[in-house]
């Protein structure tokens, strides 16, 4: 269930070496081929990996398996930001673009492919008992500043859930059982249970006895002063993998945290989408620590990926790095996602 630490498995130095023409109707961005130097990183234990690279982040079998739960498929899905903290004008927008492009429509403003429209048709083939699939409509259908900190600077997954209790109370939320997701997002300064070390996000529903109702939601953190060289990643590297060789990608709308959040919002979108009651979609027995449809990719962003190499991925003429696109001419770098019907993982920048 939670993005769990980038470096935990990025055992190998990224190396840029190859650029090869990649067409695009807006520009002619590249594609970048990044290959792995072989560098053994000695504060992390050694871990097996399946020698097929589109399984990278599983177990050597893959077992997901549909647990009789409801997946979100009353359309629209309806988001709900809640802002934590201090955050700035444009890094809202950023974010509410990202969601925005999810439900893009092409009749109206077509995103050039690949698309984060696209990326989301993967998360799209999950259905639930009655065949009913995972809704392509996502809206943002409100938002709430919570600027003063109501629960410190510090929260608790406890505590994350008080301040959705919070925000419902304040009325500018419903309590929207059918089509409701709740997003809490933290500005850089607010330290949050497991973040950095464990976890860069997570989602499960809230208590009846914290919040009222049973709702499902997800907190990510902004990491960009805390920890981008692990919830940020490729955008920033860990110092020990510095060694004068160039490894640390440039985020697509150069804003390392933010950028680095919008693929875990999407990893944690998405999970939440097939397995909002914990009860739906995911491999494993454990249902409280359950291995879902994007843990099952973590680390993967294109072709070719696995052992801690990102797959091959695009940059601008600018030297941005992304893997799709979104509205307003927007460009992001979203983490590909478990396919039902591939049975591995996929994305719509996938060159096989």
Not at 186 to 197: H, I, N
Not at 215 to 221: D, K, N, T, V
Request: with cysteine.
């Amino acid at each position: 269930m939670p993005l769990t630490n980038f470096t935990s498995h990025l055992l190998r130095l990224l190396l840029l070496t190859t650029t090869t023409v990649f067409a695009n109707a807006a520009a002619t961005p590249s594609v970048q081929t990044l290959n792995t130097h072989e560098l053994f990183n000695p504060k992390l234990p050694p871990r097996t990996l399946s020698s097929n690279k589109k399984f990278e982040g599983s177990s050597n079998l893959v077992d997901l398996r549909y647990h009789m739960g409801p997946v979100l498929s009353s359309s629209p899905i309806n988001i709900y930001l809640i802002w934590y903290g201090k955050w700035a004008a444009p890094q809202k927008l950023l974010i509410t673009d990202f969601i925005h492009s999810i439900s893009a429509a092409p009749s109206v403003s077509p995103s050039p492919s690949p698309s984060v429209a696209e990326w989301w048709q993967t998360v799209s083939l999950y259905t639930d008992q009655t065949g009913a699939n995972v809704s392509r409509a996502v809206v943002v259908a409100g938002q709430y500043s919570d600027m003063k900190y109501s629960q410190g600077n510090h929260l608790t997954r406890l505590s994350v859930q008080q301040v959705i209790a919070s925000a419902v109370r304040s009325a500018p939320f419903p309590v929207d059982h059918k089509h409701g997701v709740y997003l809490i997002l933290t500005s850089e300064d607010v330290t949050v249970q497991d973040f950095c070390r464990a976890v860069c996000g997570f989602h499960y529903f809230t208590f009846p006895s914290m919040v009222g109702y049973t709702l499902p939601y997800a907190w990510i953190g902004n990491s960009g002063k805390q920890c981008p060289e692990v919830c940020a990643y490729p955008f920033a590297v860990p110092g020990y993998m510095g060694g004068g060789v160039p490894g640390a990608l440039s985020p697509p709308n150069r804003d390392v945290g933010v950028d680095g959040m919008i693929s875990v919002i999407g990893h944690e979108l998405a999970e939440l989408s097939s397995n909002p009651l914990v009860n739906a979609w995911y491999a494993g027995e454990d249902p409280t620590a359950p291995t879902e449809i994007g843990d099952l990719c973590e680390g993967l962003y294109g072709t070719g990926g696995g052992g801690g190499y990102i797959g091959q991925v695009m940059r601008d003429r600018e030297g941005k790095t992304f893997n799709v696109n979104g509205s307003k001419g927007r460009k992001f770098l979203l983490q590909w996602i478990w396919s039902p019907v591939l049975n591995a993982c996929a994305g719509p920048n996938a060159l096989d």
